[in-house]
T-cell receptor, first 114, second 116 residues
Framework: QKEVEQDPGPLSVPEGAIVSLNCTYS??????FMWYRQYSRKGPELLMY????GNKEDGRFTAQVDKSSKYISLFIRDSQPSDSATYLC??????????????FGAGTQVVVTP | GAVVSQHPSWVICKSGTSVKIECRSL??????MFWYRQFPKQSLMLMAT?????????EQGVEKDKFLINHASLTLSTLTVTSAHPEDSSFYIC????????????FGPGTRLTVL
């Protein structure tokens, strides 16, 4: 079983709809949670990061962490065709031995249709 | 924002040759750089972690003699794929972390390596 599970999609939504993405994880020791966006043949771009349970909002993006359920989500409001990309969740233990070692989900491909 | 560059963006080489990929943090000092590889439609797999001025730490299964990493300064790390073979063809991505916050990594645009 992978430590981080993420549905690979593709997830197709019409322009203007809310995109809902999620990841589940098995290691309750994960402390730091991130979402990255990756366009085809490009490196990942950091969208959001959070250390704690709850919601964090940044523009059209909302990241949600539920440590008790070991579940994180990313919501994209008012989706645009330019949001079409692969979205990767990542998390870290933040211990001395594992500092900087991110566990990535498989990535969800999102397609926003005009 | 934090900018990380990679050079070259793509490279094609013959089997048996060595290829060097550079990773630079352009607007911050990167105390730690990471090297990943990504196969098509798969997620990123960490290959190694390098701290400026010290030897890189390789993940299990990654041959350190094949993938040479040098982190000579706070803004530059290099990955050299020695005696490359077709199975080394992949997308290599670096990331850098520094004074922008613990564990926050900023990724380069990636280097597409094709070994013929």
């Amino acid at each position: 079983q992978k430590e981080v599970e993420q549905d690979p999609g593709p997830l197709s939504v019409p322009e203007g709809a809310i995109v809902s993405l999620n990841c589940t994880y098995s290691n309750s020791a994960f402390q730091y949670f991130m979402w990255y966006r990756q366009y085809s043949r490009k490196g990942p771009e950091l969208l959001m990061y959070t250390y704690s349970s709850g919601n964090k909002e940044d523009g059209r993006f909302t990241a949600q962490v539920d440590k008790s359920s070991k579940y994180i989500s990313l919501f994209i409001r008012d989706s645009q065709p330019s949001d079409s990309a692969t979205y990767l969740c990542a998390m870290s233990l933040m211990t001395t031995d594992s500092w900087g070692k991110l566990q990535f989900g498989a990535g969800t491909q999102v397609v926003v249709t005009p | 924002g934090a900018v990380v560059s990679q050079h070259p963006s793509w490279v094609i080489c013959k089997s048996g040759t060595s290829v060097k990929i550079e990773c630079r943090s352009l607007d911050f000092q990167a105390t730690t750089m990471f090297w990943y590889r990504q196969f098509p439609k798969q997620s990123l797999m960490l290959m190694a972690t390098s701290n400026e001025g010290s030897k890189a730490t390789y993940e299990q299964g990654v041959e350190k003699d094949k993938f040479l990493i040098n982190h000579a300064s706070l803004t530059l790390s290099t990955l050299t794929v020695t005696s490359a073979h077709p199975e080394d063809s992949s997308f290599y991505i670096c990331s850098a972390s520094g004074n922008r916050g613990a564990d926050t990594q900023y990724f380069g645009p990636g280097t597409r390596l094709t070994v013929l």
